[in-house]
């Protein structure tokens, strides 16, 4: 992509009065969580009212018109395709690299109808003020002889120059330029079950799955026009190659399967109209089957999700194709894809949900999107930087006040409500619940998922494996969970923080799982806290904790990390903070050099205990029978 937003600011649309400047990340997926009605889809429609400039009534608010600024980051190539050489003044390029290659727009309403856009941190007027041409000197007279008469000395035309733009002239052609805000809108590229080839030629905007069909001619690559100049073998054959490709590409991402089966088929086929439809017999039409294990379904008679999910696909697809292809739009301006995304997938069972999240993961390289959800099942939590948090807030104190809608970047996530971070707190529980992490044996109950993020990155700093560890909610369920482990017949230890609650927790198991003194000795081993620490987040010294974790100043913590925790300056929630140092060991930017004794001394201590629970719940190892038999 040549052009790419980075950060906008939205003021006075719908509920949001004014958002700050917030972040969109660089790998081109952004996913704008909130509850109903905290303003997500009016950043989605602001976006959009920015790009066309077409102001809906309905945005108004009583304080003012919008206001709505947007950030791009360009490239090199942008400037190659959009302006000539000599069409722009010197030192604006200078002017937007010392800005890191950011050019900021605003675009403000004073009426309804009336809006402008105007280039922000750029002196316009400045820079493209018109340069006088030097002073000439005056030239001495030449001497004529009388009767002579003066020859003049032909002279070339001057070379055409490019004329300098003026300011206004650039900023019409910068917004020309800009991205293309797309609303996707559910269904749109729907297949009919057939289409006339001329209503395809003519674009007939009346016709039924239009939009659907040349999308999928536009991956297929087929031009309808030139079907009819071929033979019906060449025809079919053609056809038939092109739509097994398709369909090849469409089930790496629909994984959804009909019994053991997956043998979905998306088919295109050129016919002819019969003599049952007089006033069309002998022209040309395609039509469109999607199926199964050999038998043609139409598309009416499939189910709503799988529809909507080839809906979706065709149209991602082909924004990409076209954006690959540098297609140009009617005035000849290459232009970039920015696809907007209200709450997708809604009818898709959650497998589905999560191959929707792998299509924008392949095509990102050509377009950037921005989607709202509901579901974790559309959030990554390797990637949290990614998320986009809207929130609806009043004054406190002033019970009369409008519930505005504040904005937050990833990073700004601890300052957020419970409610508005279900989905994140959602996807932390099911991506262990998805995991084979109660086995037979080896597993470990802790406290809370936020443990288990902790552990499972000091266990690969130290090369702990083959450990399975199981979150209960609170120390008050682990006496639950023991119990039906128990009786299960799984094996299984327990991992506590080293404070009050902890311990009546692991009086409590002994008490009600294992009654009586028989298992005194083995229950020592395998009902365990960690070592010295109120909280998981004391394995780390101060200063890694503060450094490293919390990211804050260390003066910030006067008692333990744990007990900061209680009351966090950052208000950043123990499970994000967990998975930021989860994501941060997986990727290698934290490794075990980071840590200061400190830290590896209480790492070991937790190793020890993990490695004396291992032992004690593991199977005994299995020799081999010897070969011959021991003689009485």
């Known amino acids: 992509m040549r052009t790419q937003l980075i950060s906008c600011k939205i003021s006075n649309f719908k509920s949001i009065q004014n958002?700050?400047?917030?972040?969109?990340?660089?790998?081109?997926?952004?996913?704008?969580?909130?509850q109903n009605e905290s303003g997500k889809t009016s950043i989605l429609e602001a976006l959009e009212t920015f790009s066309t400039g077409k102001l809906n009534p309905d945005a108004l608010r009583e304080d003012g018109f919008p206001e709505i600024t947007c950030v791009f980051r360009i490239q090199k190539a942008w400037f190659d395709e959009n302006f000539e050489e000599g069409e722009l003044p010197r030192g604006l390029k200078a002017k937007i690299k010392e800005a890191e290659n950011r050019i900021s727009l605003t675009r403000n309403w004073s009426t309804l109808t009336k809006n402008e856009v105007k280039i922000n941190f750029l002196d316009l007027e400045t820079l493209f003020a018109p340069i006088a041409p030097p002073e000439s000197e005056p030239q001495p007279a030449e001497k004529q002889t009388v009767g002579e008469t003066k020859t003049e000395t032909p002279t070339a035309p001057p070379e055409p120059t490019v004329k300098q733009l003026t300011a206004k002239e650039f900023t019409d052609r910068v917004v020309s330029s800009l991205p293309e805000f797309q609303k996707f809108v559910d269904f749109e590229s729907l297949l009919p079950d057939k289409i006339d080839i001329k209503d395809v030629i003519k674009k007939n905007p009346k016709t039924e799955g239009l939009h659907g069909v040349l999308n999928l001619l536009e991956i297929l690559d087929i031009k309808v026009d030139e079907l009819e100049l071929l033979s019906d073998r060449l025809r079919n054959n053609q056809l038939g190659k092109k739509y097994r490709s398709f369909t090849a590409d469409f089930r790496q991402f629909w994984s959804q399967k009909i019994g053991n089966r997956d043998e979905l088929e998306i088919q295109v086929v050129f016919q002819r109209h019969g003599k049952d439809e007089p006033e069309l017999v002998g022209e040309s039409y395609l039509s469109f089957w999607i199926a199964e294990n050999g038998v043609q379904f139409s598309p009416r008679q499939r189910s709503k999700g799988l529809l909507w999910f080839l809906s979706f696909y065709l149209q991602l697809k082909a924004c990409s194709v076209r954006s690959e292809k540098q297609s140009e739009d009617s005035d000849g301006v290459k232009k970039d894809l920015i696809l907007l995304i209200d709450e997708p997938a809604g009818s898709l069972h959650a497998k589905a949900q999560e191959d929707v999240l792998r299509v924008f993961e392949t095509l990102k390289k050509n377009i950037q999107v921005i989607y709202t959800t509901h579901t974790h099942h559309l959030l990554d939590l390797t990637r949290l930087y990614r998320i986009i948090a809207a929130q609806r807030e009043t004054i406190e104190g002033d019970d009369y006040s409008l519930a505005n809608t504040r904005v937050f970047s990833a990073h700004q996530l601890g300052a957020l409500s419970s409610d508005t971070l279900t989905p994140i707190f959602d996807c932390m529980g099911s991506s262990f619940a998805n995991q084979n992490v109660i086995d037979k044996t080896n597993n470990i109950i802790v406290e809370e998922v936020s443990v288990c993020y902790y552990l499972q990155a000091l266990f690969k700093l130290k090369n702990i494996k083959n450990v399975h560890l199981l979150p209960a909610n609170g120390t008050t369920t682990i006496p639950q969970l023991a119990r039906l482990l128990f009786g299960w017949g799984i094996t299984y230890g327990v991992l506590?923080?080293?404070?009050?609650?902890?311990?009546?927790?692991?009086?409590?198991?002994?008490?009600?799982?294992?009654?009586?003194?028989?298992?005194k000795e083995r229950l020592d081993k395998i009902l365990r806290v960690i070592p010295g620490c109120k909280g998981i987040e004391d394995v780390f010294s101060k200063d890694n904790f503060a450094k490293l974790i919390a990211q804050i100043d260390i003066k910030d913590i006067s008692k333990e990390n744990s007990t900061y925790m209680k009351h966090p300056t950052k208000k950043e929630s123990k499970g994000l903070l967990a998975v930021r140092f989860f994501n941060a060991v997986e990727d290698g930017t934290i490794t075990l050099n980071e840590l200061d004794n400190t830290s590896k001394k209480n790492l070991e201590k937790l190793a020890k205990v993990v490695e004396e629970i291992m032992t004690e719940i593991s199977p005994p190892v299995q020799t081999e029978s010897p070969t011959e038999p021991i003689s009485e």
């Open 19 to 34: 958002t700050g400047f917030f972040n969109f990340p660089a790998d081109n997926i952004s996913a704008i969580i909130g």
């Open 496 to 519: 506590v923080d080293d404070e009050d609650s902890g311990r009546k927790t692991l009086e409590k198991v002994r008490k009600e799982v294992y009654p009586g003194d028989v298992l």
